[in-house]
């Protein structure tokens, strides 16, 4: 019996190094986005706005690792067309006649 985590060889899940650094990105842009905030100390346009840019970077850089590693992991599943079950077709329903 294998485990849910591991490689039919053996070896460790190789999404989870990816997936912690895409969360780590989260933390640490969220962490940026919220120190840079304007409203409670001015500064300079330009600095703000690297600020935020940086942060918003480190947030998206972050959400699209995590988001791929979601994706290899949950992603290889058959359709239920593939596997014999019912589920979508992608055709447009049929309604009866009234």
Request: glycine letters at 14%.
């Amino acid at each position: 019996m294998t485990d849910a985590y591991e490689e039919k060889d053996g070896a460790a899940d190789p999404t989870s190094v990816p997936a912690a650094t895409g969360l780590f990105l989260l933390a640490v842009g969220g962490w940026l986005l919220n120190t840079t905030r304007p409203w409670h100390k001015p500064g300079h346009p330009v600095i703000l706005g690297l600020g935020w840019a940086v942060a918003f970077a480190l947030l998206l850089w972050g959400t699209v690792l995590v988001a791929r590693c979601v994706r290899t992991v949950h992603g290889g599943e058959p359709a239920p067309a593939e596997t014999g079950e019912a589920g979508r077709t992608g055709k447009k329903p049929v309604r009866p006649a009234p």
